[in-house]
């Protein structure tokens, strides 16, 4: 039983990867809500309701919104995980999230727009491929945080007993 | 008030409240001179400062003045403009001797009130003016236009914006009302074409004055067209070529038999027509000729001798019409012709004749339908004005007494539909499409007319009732059952809309209630089924809805109870006047912003003086009401405003150095109603060339001064016009130089087609959603990073117009194809705060969107502006099978505010049959929508991805398609490329698309040329792009009248068009090329001299003119013949293409020749060897 500084940056991994997933959640939630927003005939009854609701920059503001607040913070605090865990010489587990840290260094230097911070490209978005790919990466990226998760619940408690 | 960090703020030097601030700027009556450093405005240019300086006594009313402005402009002033408090003294000294050097800014007050801060006096004299009206803000007119504008009744709303014979023909005596049974639906307010059916009949039933007389003479106004010398001025063409040109209707007027047998039987007014119309229903559709005889040469005769008095219903209408204000509300067909309804931009020509625009409908009508038809008989044109004529009264068929309707089934929509389920074998036509072709053997498949759109494989009626394929049109005429059938095809499934387009022939309804599926929203439309008269099932996701009550009614006949006899259900393309629930706000007014680059290079390049000159012609008739609204900025290194307010003597400069963070100097006059201040803008224009004439300003701030257009507009919305002639080099989204004159021709990556900062894109969507459209007009001589700037454009739905090495003297050609394209620009229809929605049937979704426009949603698109000259473009996919259904509908719905203030609705529905054979999808493929389709998606790829790619792509695409199809002909191996004929020229189509300036390399081109290519390809209509990807080239030395066609009095020579090969031409020949855009006269050098000197005025080859751009007006037959060739293939289109005289021996025959496409170049295959590299590629 010891506490090392790899049980430190396990411990402190769960806890970004709650943080993570609580993200990437959010995302799913968005992509969906873009997706599906007009499709539902909103008030069946009222037709005045559809066309009122003033949803002029819905897309603009979920993109706005993912990319700024969801995605940067996310891709900050993955790579601060990799760069923990090669501190603590985890390589196993820097192993694991190795291919994502490319994925997403991949991803945001093939931004859509030169010079744009804007992660998904708002005028591209409603593009049926471009949001079914965003909503497969946003589910597959859940489906790893949730392992991940556990992962490094197992890890700390591993570290923590076997030193 | 002199708050430290307010006072020093312009308001302080600024405005009209002077004494506030004048108690910290010590000096002056009305404003402190040095406290206001970051703006001034120059009083009436310059010329007039001697005025502000003689004119003391004008000054010293001042003080007393101005307390009451203060009073009543303090408030807003201190609330709205100025955001600017950190202006103190940066630069106190330079504002004033900033645009008005020669001023003597440095002498004590009385100079200083006029000079330097002239800004401060001619504001301040100008408020003089303002205490006398109360409110003189930017909203006068609109709260009551508002108010009244809401009930929204479409009589009403017409006469009231001074249109008052349309209106008076449209509005029927409320008197007629009486005649009928059911009060709540008054009057059919039809007009000319559309409506003077019933609006006479009314008068004839209510009011017995004319008896009978209404109903031919009614009718009798199209077939005169022939006769009556075609009196029509509102679409003479000359000030408004493509309304009525390019929209004429070929397919209606072709596929219609039924109903030219229709007006037969209503000219007649003899009951038993119907088995007459039986018959000529049972002919096959689009033998064009095989109808007309039949139903058309009796017919003139019997309608010249219906042809009483027009004239007499229509006053005795406009009589009536007078005092029927009060309809409300009616499902009615109102003015068909929607210019009439629209057209206030044209009240001298449209309102003279009434029964103008009708005949002019239908004489136009004869062009484009009979363009394919070189053998018609001379009796074709009178035939033509018929069958288009009936086009109009399709709908008013109920019309005929009961007697005929008996004869017809109650629920017509039910039948159709079984019938389109029964007969779903495979007629001739389709069997045709799938005759194979060797490519490599038959060298002559291009066709001698134009590719005709190929007719969806439907039951006679369907077809009939089927949208026109030039506002609605799919790449695959039978759509496959499954994603898996269609991808084993190869083919792109797509639509091509164009749904703005000048329509001739349009019904209007007027309804309380628009009838929507409540499910799908859909609107009730030609395809869905009636169960019952009470009930009907949505064609697009099968629910079944109920008949409202006022749907029952049918205005058309007046009669109660067959809903499938209403304007909606019999016509696929209608437009709704939709009420106050589709609005989100009163309907904008039309606002109109022109942003002007006044920097050297523009002034060298003399475009304002055009511009100023066309928009000075065309003033009065920019579409919009009363409540119309223009405005100025120009912009160098710094951006100056116009204050145009009403009641000054002169336009007021004012001018904004600070572009980092740019402010309205002052927030409502600078954006003025049109006809308040119509002197005022005059003025400004009359002004404008010879303002900047001696500047020396090289930079151009172009960010700052969109964001300043911005700023102007987000209120309201609407149009802003940017005219750049250089790189923006000062402020925000200032660009660099990224092209390098070497690559041009470089086969390698083509490199910066995407943008290089988002500051364009950003401020497009901010513009998008403030519902303004910016309009990109670059001229340009100088690589000015198109790219980049077209954003700004694409994403606000505006359009982009590129006019490489533009100037005015030295490019005498350019500023033709400007002037021509600007007078069409300013007098176009627009729409405004529009939103596209496309629906199709269950089962399929939409993919991807092609067009100027920002997708709001999976089917939305959200379009500021909608103009009559955009094309959208979607791809689709197949989710689910579509095995249980035998007939898919797409729906494309667009509303927006007309410039009238009238929220519309124009609903395009368009049905096609499923299919389950690899077979019949190939026997349905449009090649031309194929290819327009196929280059919108190269483009997407050429920028997402890289050129190469892209070509690809594009040349993958016929690889394989055509071997899916060889697939399909297994049976028989035969060496060569095998097409089906449906097919035959799509590679002919894609090698053309290669050596496009969009995708070639290889062949020098700047990057600008490439760059507004792809946009073209992205926004013009098919037509358009169809003639810039394969031009059509005509032989133009020898017209005959053989196969000629009859257009008003003229008569259009119809050579054939010949393939673009240089085998093709002679020497001793002149041929014509239309590209769309352009068209090139090339004349051999051995051309006959006869031609030469009777065409084109000169005595031999050699001293041909090489800047002529258009053929002299001479006495000549051949002359003639040639004009009425080149001016009717102008005025098909609706920017007119000028006209290029390529000589033999220069070096224009370089772009001429790049265009024949069939030829081998330094940098790209002949026709054949490309045949051969798809053959082997099928091989493989």
Redesign the interface.
């Known amino acids: 039983m010891a506490f090392t500084f790899a049980a430190f940056c396990y411990m402190l991994s769960l806890v970004l990867c709650a943080a993570l997933i609580f993200f990437v959640i959010w995302q799913v939630i968005a992509f969906d809500e873009l997706r599906t927003d007009f499709k539902n005939p909103i008030d069946q009854g009222n037709p005045t309701r559809a066309v009122r609701r003033d949803r002029a920059s819905l897309c603009v503001r979920v993109c706005m919104r993912i990319s700024v607040c969801l995605v940067v913070p996310e891709y900050s605090i993955h790579g601060l995980f990799c760069l923990m865990f090669m501190c603590a010489l985890e390589w196993v587990t820097l192993g694991l999230n190795i291919p994502l840290l490319f994925y997403h260094l991949w991803r945001y230097f093939h931004r859509p727009a030169d010079g744009s911070e804007v992660m998904y490209d708002p005028v591209s978005m409603m593009d049926a491929d471009i949001l079914n790919y965003c909503q497969k990466e946003s589910w597959c990226k859940l489906g790893f945080y949730l392992l991940s998760f556990f992962y490094y619940l197992y890890s700390m408690v591993y570290t923590l007993v076997s030193y | 008030m002199s708050v430290p960090g307010f006072n020093p703020s312009p308001a302080a030097g600024f405005t009209r409240h002077p004494t506030p601030i004048g108690g910290a700027a010590p000096l002056c009556q009305n404003g402190a001179v040095q406290t206001y450093p970051s703006m001034h405005s120059q009083a009436g240019y310059g010329a007039t400062h001697p005025h502000y300086n003689s004119a003391p006594g004008h000054y010293a009313q001042m003080p007393s003045k101005a307390p009451p402005v203060n009073n009543q402009y303090g408030m807003n002033y201190y609330h709205n403009n100025y955001q600017q408090p950190v202006q103190t003294t940066a630069r106190p000294g330079m504002a004033p001797v900033f645009r008005a050097p020669q001023v003597h800014s440095s002498r004590p007050p009385v100079s200083s009130q006029a000079m330097g801060p002239t800004s401060n006096v001619s504001m301040s004299s100008a408020s003089p003016l303002h205490t006398g009206p109360p409110q003189p803000g930017a909203y006068p007119a609109s709260a009551g236009y508002y108010g009244s504008s809401m009930p929204l009744v479409a009589p009403d709303g017409t006469s009231a914006q001074g249109f008052p014979p349309h209106s008076a023909l449209a509005t029927v005596p409320s008197a007629a009302n009486s005649a009928y049974p059911i009060v709540s639906y008054p009057s059919a307010p039809g007009s000319s074409q559309y409506g003077t059916l019933p609006s006479s009949q009314t008068s004839a039933a209510g009011h017995n004055l004319v008896g009978a007389g209404p109903i031919p003479s009614s009718v009798s106004t199209a077939p005169q067209a022939p006769l009556q010398q075609v009196p029509l001025g509102h679409s003479v063409t000359s000030s408004w070529p493509s309304s009525a040109a390019v929209s004429a209707p070929p397919s209606y007027s072709g596929s219609l038999p039924g109903t030219v047998a229709a007006v037969n039987s209503q000219a007649n007014t003899v009951l038993p027509s119907a088995a007459n119309r039986l018959d000529q229903s049972c002919q096959p559709p689009w033998m064009f000729g095989a109808v007309h005889p039949t139903a058309g040469s009796p017919a003139p005769g019997r309608l010249a001798t219906a042809t009483p008095t027009p004239p007499v219903s229509a006053s005795l209408a406009q009589h009536e019409g007078a005092d029927s204000s009060s309809t409300t509300s009616s499902a009615s067909p109102v003015p068909s012709n929607y210019e009439a309804l629209e057209g206030g931009s044209y009240p001298d020509t449209s309102s003279k004749l009434p029964p103008g625009p009708p005949v002019s409908q239908a004489s136009k009508a004869a062009k484009p339908f009979g363009c394919g038809y070189p053998s018609l008989q001379p009796a074709y044109q009178q035939t033509s004005a018929l069958s288009s004529y009936s086009t109009n009264s399709q709908s008013s068929n109920p019309s005929n007494p009961p007697g005929y309707q008996q004869d017809s089934q109650p629920y017509p929509t039910m039948n159709q539909l079984s019938a389109a389920l029964g007969g779903l074998s495979l007629p001739a036509q389709q069997l045709e499409a799938l005759r194979p072709v060797n490519l490599m053997q038959d060298r002559n498949i291009l066709p001698s007319t134009e590719v005709q759109a190929p007719v969806p494989n439907l039951s006679t009626d369907l077809k009939k009732a089927n949208c026109r394929s030039d506002s609605f049109r799919c790449t695959l005429t039978n759509i496959p059952q499954t994603q898996a059938l269609l991808n084993k095809a190869k083919l792109p499934l797509g639509l091509l809309l164009h749904p703005f387009r000048d329509l001739t022939q349009l019904p209007v309804i007027t309804s309380n209630t628009?009838v929507?599926c409540?499910?799908?929203?859909t609107y009730i439309n030609p395809f869905v089924s009636f169960l019952d008269q009470r009930r009907w099932k949505c064609n697009l996701c099968y629910r079944v809805n109920d008949v409202p009550e006022e749907f029952m009614y049918n205005p058309l006949t007046r009669s109660y109870g067959e809903p499938h006899k209403r304007p909606e259900v019999q016509n696929s393309t209608v437009e709704f006047i939709a009420s106050s629930?589709?609005?989100?706000r009163p309907p904008q007014p039309a606002v109109y912003l022109f942003v002007l680059d006044v920097s050297h290079n523009a002034v060298e390049a003399g475009y304002l003086n055009v511009l100023c000159q066309s928009l000075l012609e065309n003033l009065d008739k920019l579409p919009g009401d009363t409540r119309t609204r223009v405005g100025f900025i120009t912009f160098d290194s710094t951006i100056h405003f116009y204050n145009l307010q009403e009641g000054l003597s002169q336009p007021q400069m004012l001018v904004v150095s600070d572009i980092d963070d740019v402010f309205l100097p002052t927030p409502d006059s600078l954006l003025v109603n049109l006809k308040e201040s119509k002197e005022l803008v005059k003025d400004l224009l009359n002004a404008l060339p010879s303002m900047f004439t001696n500047t020396r300003e090289t930079h151009s701030a172009l960010g700052p001064a969109l964001q300043a257009a911005f700023k102007l507009m987000s209120s309201t919305g609407g149009r802003v016009s940017v005219f750049q002639t250089q790189l923006p080099s000062l402020g925000a989204g200032l660009l660099h130089s990224r092209e390098d004159p070497n690559q041009r021709s470089s086969t390698k990556v083509v490199q910066h087609l995407?943008?290089?900062?988002?500051f364009y894109?950003k401020l497009a969507?901010d513009c998008?959603?403030q519902q303004i459209a910016v309009d990109l007009f670059l001229l340009s001589s100088q690589y000015s990073d198109l790219a980049s700037l077209a954003c700004v454009s694409k994403?606000s739905a505006g359009s982009i117009f590129y006019y490489p090495s533009f100037h005015h003297v030295h490019n005498p050609a350019q500023a033709e194809t400007f002037q021509k394209d600007l007078r069409r620009y300013f007098t176009r229809k627009i729409g405004f705060e529009a939103v596209m929605r496309i629906r199709c049937t269950k089962g399929l979704?939409?993919?991807?969107?092609h067009g100027n426009f920002?997708?709001?949603?999976?089917?939305?698109l959200?379009l500021a502006n909608v103009n009559p000259d955009s094309r959208f473009a979607v791809q689709m996919?197949i989710d689910e099978s579509l095995t249980d259904t035998a007939l898919v509908c797409f729906q494309a719905a667009l509303?927006y505010t007309s410039s009238k203030g009238k929220r519309r609705i124009r609903v395009h529905t368009l049905c096609l049959p499923v299919v389950s054979q690899l077979n019949d999808v190939f026997a349905g493929a449009d090649v031309q929508a194929i290819t327009c389709l196929l280059a919108n998606m190269a483009v997407d790829r050429a920028i997402s991805s890289n050129l190469t790619d892209s070509q690809d792509a594009v040349v993958n695409a016929v690889v394989d398609s055509l071997s899916a199809y060889r697939s399909t002909t297994s049976s028989f191996q035969q060496s060569g490329v095998i097409a089906p004929y449906s097919l035959r020229l799509f590679p002919l189509y894609v090698l053309a698309l290669l050596k496009q300036k969009a995708l070639r390399t290889g062949t020098s081109t700047r990057l600008d040329d490439r760059v507004f290519a792809m946009c073209e390809f992205k926004c013009q209509p098919l037509q358009q792009i169809m003639r810039m990807i394969h031009p059509n080239l005509y032989r133009i030395d020898n017209l005959t009248d053989e196969g000629a066609l009859h257009v008003n009095d003229s008569i259009v020579p119809q050579p054939p068009i010949l393939q673009l090969s240089a085998e093709r031409l002679t020497r001793e020949g002149a041929f014509l090329m239309d590209c769309g855009s352009v068209l090139y006269l090339w004349v051999g050098k051995s051309c006959d001299v006869t031609f030469i000197s009777d065409v084109l005025g000169y005595p031999n080859h050699a001293s041909i003119q090489q800047n002529i751009t258009q053929i002299p007006e001479l006495e000549t037959p051949s002359s003639e013949r040639t004009r009425s060739f080149i001016t009717w293939l102008q005025e098909n289109r609706s920017f007119n293409p000028v006209l290029y005289i390529v000589k033999d021996d220069t070096s224009a025959k370089t772009n001429f020749f790049q265009l024949l496409i069939e030829d081998r170049t330094e940098a790209a295959l002949s026709y054949y060897e490309f045949l051969l590299h798809i053959q082997q590629q099928i091989s493989k």
């Open positions: 628009i929507r409540r499910s799908c929203r629930d589709y609005m989100l995407g943008p290089a900062t988002d894109k969507l998008s959603g994403y979704s939409i993919h991807t969107f920002f997708v709001r949603s999976t089917d939305l959200s996919s509303l």
